[in-house]
């Protein structure tokens, strides 16, 4: 029987052993992290009504940190490339930042007081990339916005629409990709600010 230092020098070196193996396994490529709806330039302040933020919800497939693509029936996320935070995040910072543009309404928060005379609701329905030309063409980015406005003391329906916008990519690479998403999110929250400034009257 080994003693017990014989042992423990075994398993000393045995783990020694390990490591160097472990340290010429090919190591994967790091992840790129990317972002969209970064303001063009600061908030300048919002006036107006004011507007409470109601429940949200998200595409079930795009609320992550990885980045949609469709491909006819097929869905994938892009490779090596994720989103700095889940995208319903970043779409919730940029949404404020719209708000914050002069002459929008105001976006309170949920528990302002005194509260807003209305509630916008929103149902992101559509978030993701399409090649819709091929897999090897730059696809199109959608983004489709349901948006519904409340009257906050009643809950009667004001208004709602279903706001769009696309942007095609200029290349079908990660880079261009990603700046055709934050080219449609800008697009998108611009036609969601001027529709609740005008229905919320």
């Not at 807003?116 to 978030?127: A, E, G, K, N």
């Amino acid at each position: 029987m080994p003693t017990p230092a014989l042992r423990t020098l075994t398993l000393g070196a045995l783990a020694l052993a390990m490591a160097g193996c472990v340290s010429v396994l090919p190591k994967k490529p790091p992840v790129q992290l990317y972002r969209f709806g970064l303001p063009d330039a600061a908030a300048v302040g919002s006036g107006g009504v004011a507007v409470a933020k109601g429940p949200e919800s998200f595409q079930a497939g795009a609320a992550t940190d990885r980045i949609l693509t469709v491909d006819g029936q097929s869905v994938a996320y892009l490779g090596g490339a994720r989103w700095i935070s889940p995208a319903p995040t970043l779409f919730d910072e940029a949404l404020v930042r719209a708000f914050q543009a002069q002459g929008a309404p105001r976006l309170a928060g949920r528990g302002a007081s005194p509260a807003p005379p209305y509630t916008l609701s929103l149902d992101v329905q559509t978030f993701e990339a399409r090649y819709d030309q091929g897999s090897d063409a730059a696809p199109q980015v959608v983004v489709q916005i349901h948006a519904a406005l409340f009257r906050s003391d009643t809950r009667a329906l004001v208004a709602d629409q279903l706001i769009a916008a696309n942007a095609r990519a200029s290349d079908n690479r990660v880079g261009p990709i990603v700046a055709a998403y934050d080219a449609a999110v800008r697009d998108a929250l611009g036609k969601l600010v001027a529709w609740t400034g005008q229905s919320a009257r």
